[in-house]
T-cell receptor, first 116, second 117 residues
Framework: EAQVTQNPRYLITVTGKKLTVTCSQN?????MSWYRQDPGLGLRQIYY???????DKGDVPEGYKVSRKEKRNFPLILESPSPNQTSLYFC???????????????FGPGTRLTVL | AQTVTQSQPEMSVQEAETVTLSCTYD???????LFWYKQPPSRQMILVIR??????QNATENRFSVNFQKAAKSFSLKISDSQLGDAAMYFC??????????????FGTGTLLAVQP
């Protein structure tokens, strides 16, 4: 089954304790992205990647890191989490078939993160 | 920068009735995509419908249809014959036609739809 998986689905942690949220897709997609969802703000892009070893900042990258060492994986790293990073996080992936092509984004199931 | 606005934080509809969710957007681009996503309590993001700005015909997917008014920059979603399973958060989203590297979706703040039996 074609899918995007995220782990963990729920995480409660404390301020300053490094954590990683994993994201994996089995569709051989070049493009992967992280969004955060907050009440009253919708979803906002954190980081994206066009392919292995190619990453760039989205709209809200502060406090986050990413890496893309393998095509299927795109982990989100919070080196020193703070309470304002409490949010619902989504990973998404898609093909890149040309700049004007419609490349549907497939979303993971979401990770609910609470930083105390 | 492009923006998407959903002015209805919450709406309610009776089962079997019709409801329309509103969305407006701002862009200086002439070509772009617009989307409606459904987020049920499971939190999964589900694509409901897509509209290409260069197409004048409004998109339709079964009970879901849109009213796309390009000049007014308006993109409303109509749900006909509402069902209990339609209860969810609905997000309107925008993407530049030439998505290229970013392929970034710009989301509105969402409308929480309740369906009354």
């Amino acid at each position: 089954e074609a899918q995007v998986t995220q782990n963990p689905r729920y995480l409660i942690t404390v301020t300053g304790k490094k954590l990683t949220v994993t994201c994996s897709q089995n569709m051989n997609h070049e493009y992967m992205s992280w969004y955060r969802q907050d009440p009253g703000l919708g979803l906002r892009q954190i980081y994206y990647s066009m392919n292995v070893e190619v990453t760039d900042k989205g709209d809200v990258p502060e406090g986050y890191k990413v890496s893309r060492k393998e095509k299927r994986n795109f982990p989100l790293i919070l080196e020193s989490p703070s309470p304002n990073q409490t949010s619902l996080y989504f990973c998404a992936s898609s093909l890149i078939r040309g700049s004007s092509s419609y490349n549907e984004q497939f979303f993971g199931p979401g990770t609910r993160l609470t930083v105390l | 920068a492009q923006t998407v606005t959903q002015s209805q934080p919450e709406m309610s509809v009776q089962e079997a009735e019709t409801v329309t969710l509103s969305c407006t957007y701002d862009t200086s681009e002439s070509d772009y995509y617009l989307f409606w996503y459904k987020q049920p309590p499971s939190r999964q993001m589900i694509l409901v419908i897509r509209q290409e700005a260069y197409k004048q015909q409004n998109a339709t997917e079964n009970r879901f249809s849109v009213n796309f008014q390009k000049a007014a920059k308006s993109f409303s979603l109509k749900i006909s014959d509402s069902q209990l399973g339609d209860a969810a958060m609905y997000f309107c989203a925008y993407r530049n036609y030439y998505g290229g590297a970013t392929n970034k979706l710009i989301f509105g703040t969402g409308t929480l739809l309740a369906v009354q039996p």
